[in-house]
């Protein structure tokens, strides 16, 4: 085999944009409003627009950190944001523009849910941006709106007294619905290597009654769709369990490490974290490490050199179900953004191969990046047509088929997941995973294996998909299933081992 396989998308030229002057340096603020823009206007991934912005401006680590954090958290709580708003705000809603109504939501997101900015930097700063805006009349409504926020909130995240926190572990064991208040929101915030469970108290009544009216109080404490909401209950009959769940996915959840233990050792990370201040511990398997919160671990020289890539626990149970075996031929069927393609590659050791597929050339190019970082030479990536054309030629050994899903799973990991989700979406989704979980059926060869994945907790995008596949392939058998809940320890999936017979 050769170092660098030769597939369809290699060789493909990118056109570079023209040279032009350095634009002036933004801080994290106003490039934290620049992406929550971007993302009103055109559903566009803050992340996305972020990794823009920082190379256009050359932005410090630190701010980049402090943007990340302020544009994710602000699309992660903004229902529960506008609710607080929808409050205090005296214009009608339609009567304040869009931009300004954003604005808004940057700055009450900084009086109550961040600890670590202060008050006066979290009103003065937020102000100031009616000025990138191009709105300066503008600043008299914003910083009363925020002022009269600030003076109505009874306790909050910043207080110097705090018995009113309590672990998000011990939260999500023992909360129950008649617990919440309309006049209490409850934010959960890292602090201390865990994540706190804060109830930020306001003068006033923000948030529906628990008693009279249930998922809309859910619903809005917890920055989640009505509907997704009265899904949850549908399929779990327990409003208990879904406040839990919903509460989990506030926050981004506890970030997790892959080692590629073709390039170094599991001590090795846990050694540079702790140097550059990051507590780690062990996780699970033998390639993982779990982080308390969030990091930017990317800064990390042994990231930079392919020590290790960031992947949900959950994630990595997908290649480790597979159990590829030393020489095998492997195929992930939709395998952008490349995190599970390079697992399967580092369990063979360096042996055999593993077929990367997917569609268009961006996410061809991030899987190749990805590779290229870790130092793998036995990934092969294949562009396909939306239609699925060409398939790879087969017959494989073992193929993961980690599907397109709804992402309930992954909501607070991933911001804007909840408000591209529809009702429709699953109508949309569902028959592409039979279609696919049953094209990866067809290029296994007799005794081979199949995992069909998603990072879904929805029953109808899981079991129910393989079980009605199941009755249309007789020769397959399910040998396992593995069902991730959110929380416990990481983030949502669900994963199953399917077997060809002889």
Not at 7 to 17: L, Q, R, Y
Not at 71 to 90: K, M, P
Not at 275 to 297: K, N
């Amino acid at each position: 085999m050769p170092d660098r396989p030769i597939n369809p998308w290699h060789g493909k030229k990118v056109a570079s944009s023209a040279r032009r002057s350095m634009p002036a340096p933004l801080n994290a603020r106003a490039l934290a409003l620049r992406a929550l823009l971007a993302f009103s206007r055109d559903g566009t991934f803050v992340a996305r627009t972020l990794d823009e912005l920082f190379h256009q401006h050359q932005t410090p680590v630190r701010e980049r950190r402090l943007a990340t954090e302020l544009a994710a958290e602000t699309v992660r709580r903004s229902l529960s944001l506008e609710t607080i708003l929808s409050r205090y705000v005296t214009r009608p809603r339609d009567a304040v523009e869009p931009d300004l109504w954003w604005l808004l939501q940057l700055g009450v997101c900084q009086l109550l849910c961040l600890r670590h900015i202060p008050v006066h930097a979290a009103v003065h700063e937020t102000v100031s941006l009616c000025e990138e805006l191009g709105k300066p009349r503008a600043k008299g409504f914003i910083n009363g709106t925020l002022r009269s926020i600030e003076r109505e909130v009874v306790h909050s995240c910043r207080d110097s007294d705090h018995a009113d926190e309590a672990p998000l572990t011990d939260l999500l064991e023992s909360c129950t619905v008649d617990q919440l208040r309309p006049h209490q929101w409850p934010v959960v915030i890292p602090q201390d290597s865990q994540l706190m469970v804060h109830r930020v108290e306001l003068a006033r009544e923000v948030f529906a009654s628990a008693v009279h009216d249930p998922i809309l109080a859910l619903s809005q404490v917890s920055s989640l769709p009505e509907w997704l909401m009265q899904r949850w209950q549908a399929q779990m009959n327990d409003l208990d369990r879904v406040l839990r769940l919903a509460l989990w996915f506030t926050t981004p959840g506890r970030m997790a490490l892959r080692v590629n233990l073709q390039r170094a050792s599991r001590e090795e990370v846990l050694s540079a974290l702790e140097e550059a201040g990051i507590p780690g511990d062990p996780g699970e398997l033998p390639e993982s490490i779990r982080l308390p919160g969030t990091a930017a671990v990317a800064d990390l020289p042994l990231f930079r050199d392919g020590g290790f890539s960031v992947q949900d626990e959950s994630a990595m149970g997908a290649a480790r179900l597979l159990d590829p075996h030393p020489g095998e031929s492997i195929l992930d069927l939709c395998a952008a953004p490349g995190g599970k393609t390079c697992h399967l590659a580092e369990l063979l050791q360096g042996t055999g191969r593993v077929v990367a597929c997917d569609v268009a050339e961006d996410r061809l190019r991030t899987i190749d990046h990805n590779v290229r970082r870790l130092q793998l030479q036995n990934v092969q990536i294949w562009g396909m047509t939306p239609e699925g054309e060409p398939v790879p030629p087969g017959p494989f050994d073992a193929v993961l088929v980690d599907v397109p899903c709804s992402n309930t799973g992954v909501l607070g990991k991933r911001p804007e997941a909840r408000w591209r989700l529809t009702p429709a979406s699953f109508l949309e989704l569902i028959p592409l995973q039979r279609r696919l979980l049953s094209t990866a059926l067809k290029l296994v060869r007799p005794g081979g294996r199949v995992v069909y994945s998603t990072c879904s907790i929805d029953r109808e995008e899981n079991s129910d998909v393989v079980q009605q596949v199941l009755a249309e392939h007789p020769e397959i058998q399910l040998v396992s299933e593995a069902e991730h809940w959110p929380g416990v320890p990481a983030d949502g999936g669900y994963q199953a081992l399917l077997r060809r017979s002889h």
